[in-house]
């Protein structure tokens, strides 16, 4: 399982459309409109890096509002529920 998070920039007037259409993209598992440089940051979580490539490269650039992405992949996942669900015991 490959985890990846993309910061996406969007044409101003197509955020709310653009994070609608990403989000019905298949390994798309979230996406947050945020303040700052970015304008929303996408979770994919898919099966490997091929498909993780289809997602970014095939998918959310055929969207003509992004304007720019970075994509950076997580090396391990840190969860505040597996922290309280360890110590649980």
Wanted: aromatic residues 6%.
């Amino acid at each position: 399982m490959v985890t990846a998070i993309i910061m996406v920039n969007v044409r101003r007037d197509a955020v709310n459309e653009t994070a609608q259409k990403i989000l019905e993209m298949e390994g798309v598992s979230e996406v947050y409109s945020v303040g700052g440089e970015w304008d929303l940051v996408v979770m994919v979580r898919a099966k490997s890096n091929e498909q993780l490539a289809d997602v970014v490269t095939s998918r959310m650039l055929k969207l003509d509002a992004i304007t720019k992405t970075t994509t950076m992949i997580a090396f391990r996942t840190y969860s505040q529920y597996d922290l309280e669900r360890m110590f649980s015991m």
